[in-house]
């Protein structure tokens, strides 16, 4: 055996690197392995570059942009007043309705959850494979990120924490095939999950009865019940709404809040909020 | 040196090609373009440094995929074997003959992936609707590295000793 091996030693070793990493797959199939100290080297030596490279690409585009906005700029300017202004108003109400809250919830003797301090991260990079969807932040196990942590911008979910190193952290998307939110439909309360659909960035809406009350452009938010994310957050729009002949559930897309093509700053949340309200 | 010079270059190309997908808001469509390398190293290589040099990409592939499985190296060592059997009967180390192969590395790519990822895994799989366009930007790719490999090869060929005795006269 030893001198076959020997003669053939070359094919020896292509065989083991095909069926070493083969077999290792089919063992732990989709969970994934723990990083080893070379995985974290080869990650350490590349974020730095990641972040140098996508802050200055993201430059090159701004001024770009910069230069393709001055051209409507006027017209740009008087939409923002008229915005501001029906802002400005609903503003107002939205006071008055915090301050009613305010009052409400002291007659309840209601306690606000604490809240930890929240890690705000750059998106440095998106993933190279297509297999999961996921985005790669500029902030780490170094800057207190944990495997778990949901991830938001002002816009509503982006994921969650999938993987932690040193100085950076991946979080795998709202829309990717392994993802699962616990949602609600904010007009009717209605309970529902959001899943990745793995054709693109628009998840599917699951377990919604038929019976219910559902329609276009209906918002769905987090509705707390996944231990990941905190209720209360957008998760988007419903854009696409089927009630089947046959079947208990209606067939729906999302479209999601947060625009992904557009993802600069993302903010992590401490796990202690996933926990909802008493 | 090859092995060396391949991993390099596999990192600092997924490193600039997970900053092009966010610049060029990719949804689905991923530049494979590490799959250049699996191709020049099956057709360009000596059997071992190119083996390795495969094993070494797609290892570098799982680690920056956010969710290291083992696939990704099975996957390149996979097209690494078919594509060193195949370039025993079909012409690799000329441009049209690299697009060909790395057109079919990255056909093949997908059907792998997709493949062990329906075995192992239940609920929705990614879809293969963007392959095509994934096939054409990575035969670009592969074009434009085209240069740099060829100088990889010669440095390769000059650490070699030459296998011809010289004479003196």
């Not at chain 1, 199939?29 to 100290?37: A, I, M, Q, V, Y």
């Not at chain 1, 994921?159 to 439909?185: E, K, N, P, T, W």
């Not at chain 1, 998840?203 to 038929?210: F, M, T």
Request: charge should be neutral; include cysteine; glycine fraction near 8%.
């Amino acid at each position: 055996v030893l001198a076959f091996l020997k003669r053939h030693r070359d094919i020896v070793l292509v065989v083991v690197l095909l069926v070493a990493p083969l077999g290792r797959y089919f063992i732990s199939g989709h969970r994934g392995r723990d990083l080893n100290p070379v995985d974290r080297l080869a990650l350490g030596l590349a974020s730095p570059l990641q972040s140098a490279l996508s802050s200055f690409f993201g430059q090159v585009q701004n001024g770009f942009e910069s230069y393709a906005a001055l051209r409507g700029a006027h017209e740009a300017k008087q939409l923002c007043q008229t915005s501001l202004s029906q802002a400005a108003a609903e503003l107002n109400s939205l006071r008055e309705a915090r301050a009613e809250n305010e009052r409400l919830k002291s007659i309840v003797a209601y306690v606000e959850p604490t809240i930890e301090q929240e890690i705000i991260a750059r998106v440095i990079g998106f993933n190279p494979t297509s297999l999961i969807q996921s985005v790669r932040i500029d902030r780490g196990e170094n800057h207190g990120v944990r495997v778990g942590m949901p991830v938001v911008t002002p816009e509503g979910v982006v994921g969650q924490v999938i993987r932690v190193v040193g100085s950076s952290s991946d979080v795998m998307l709202i829309s990717d095939a392994q993802s699962h939110a616990g949602a609600m439909v904010q007009r009717t309360r209605v309970r529902a999950t959001v899943s990745g659909s793995g054709a693109g960035w628009n998840p599917s809406v699951d377990l919604i009865k038929r019976e219910e009350d559902l329609q276009m452009s209906d918002v769905l938010i987090t509705a707390g019940t996944d231990g990941v994310f905190p209720a209360g957050l957008n998760l988007g729009k419903i854009i696409e709404v089927t009630r089947p002949n046959v079947g208990m559930f209606y067939l729906a897309k999302l479209k999601p809040g947060v625009d992904f093509h557009r993802l600069e700053e993302v903010i992590v949340l401490p796990m202690t909020l996933t926990q909802g309200p008493p | 040196m090859n092995v060396v010079l391949i991993s390099l270059l596999t990192m600092i190309l997924l490193t600039l090609e997970s900053v092009l997908v966010k610049i060029f808001a990719f949804e689905f469509v991923r530049i494979d373009v590490v799959l250049c390398l699996v191709v020049f190293a099956a057709s360009r290589c000596s059997l071992v440094s190119g083996a390795v040099s495969a094993f070494l990409v797609g290892y570098l592939l799982d680690v920056f995929s956010g969710q290291p499985t083992w696939l990704e190296p099975a996957a390149t060592m996979l097209i690494f074997v078919a594509i060193r059997l195949s370039a025993q009967s079909i012409e690799a180390r000329n441009r049209p003959g690299f697009a060909l192969f790395v057109s079919g590395a990255t056909v093949l790519h997908a059907l792998i992936v997709s493949t062990f990822t329906w075995m192992t895994r239940t609920g929705p799989l990614p879809s293969l609707a963007y392959v095509p366009m994934q096939v054409l930007i990575t035969a670009l790719a592969g074009q434009l590295l085209w240069p740099m490999l060829g100088r990889i090869e010669s440095g390769e060929i000059k650490d070699k000793p030459s296998p011809i005795k010289r004479v003196d006269p």
